[in-house]
């Protein structure tokens, strides 16, 4: 069964406006941390932001910020003001400690930010 | 810091032949993976090191696949002989432990022809 789900193969977005990447994922834990990537096109995966269950708040990273709710098993990544250099596929991902503490990751959002 | 390095970068073979990849985790990370991601997915985990040993792998084809990691340090995956369904980008990560944010490589983009 999918355990991560990112519904948008592609969005667009103009340049310094916000921008929302949806991601919903299935899990009976009740601990587990969930986690946002950026890959551009040379490749690498850039870590973004982190959001473990326990935590209240929603975490922040400067332009980025993960809306994050329990009860919907959503964990939505939003960045501000965008930018050309945002162009590029974001991933979900989840960790469950119960699962070898592997890391799942759903097929990815292209981002493409228009100037 | 140093963050992780991979080499080669680029890799293309004939089917058939055998090919390694080269990974080198960030100074002090204890836990190293290697993931495979195939054009228009996500990577998916073949293996995860706890130091010298591997503790997950699964998800590794152990027919024609093999990795290793002498010293905790650095690790190779092999994959002999290669299919062209082995093209794919194999990425490598490391972290701390197992509990830790996963920082990974730029990875190795292999093409099997």
């Known amino acids: 069964a999918q355990k991560i789900t990112q519904t948008q193969p592609g969005m667009f977005v103009q340049e310094k406006e916000a921008v929302t990447l949806d991601c919903t994922y299935d899990?009976?834990?009740?601990?587990?941390?969930l986690f946002w990537y950026k890959q551009p096109s040379s490749g690498e995966m850039i870590f973004l932001i982190y959001?473990?269950?326990?935590?209240?708040q929603n975490a922040t990273e400067g332009r980025y910020s993960l809306n994050f709710q329990k009860a919907r098993k959503s964990a939505n990544l939003v960045i501000s003001a965008s930018q050309l250099g945002d162009s590029a596929m974001y991933f979900c991902?989840?960790?469950?400690?119960?699962?070898?503490?592997?890391?799942?990751f759903g097929a990815g959002t292209r981002l493409t930010v228009k100037p | 810091e140093a963050g992780v390095v991979q080499s080669p970068r680029y890799k293309i073979i004939e089917k058939k032949q055998p090919v390694a990849f080269w990974c080198n985790p960030i100074?002090?990370?204890?836990?190293l993976y290697w993931y495979r991601q195939n054009l228009g997915q996500g990577p998916e985990l073949l293996i995860r090191?706890?130091?010298?040993?591997?503790?997950?792998d699964s998800q590794l084809p152990k027919d024609r696949f093999s990795a290793e990691r002498l010293k905790g340090v650095d690790s190779t995956l092999k994959i002999q002989p290669a299919e062209l369904g082995d093209s794919a980008v194999y990425l490598c990560?490391?972290?701390?432990?197992?509990?830790?944010?996963?920082?990974f490589g730029p990875g190795t983009r292999l093409l099997v022809l």
């Open positions: 100074s002090g990370h204890n836990t």
């Open positions: 959001q473990g269950s326990y935590d209240e």
């Open positions: 090191y706890e130091n010298e040993e591997a503790v997950d």
């Open positions: 990560a490391s972290s701390l432990d197992a509990r830790e944010t996963q920082y």
């Open positions: 991902a989840m960790r469950e400690p119960n699962n070898n503490n592997d890391m799942r």
């Open positions: 899990t009976s834990d009740q601990s587990y941390g």
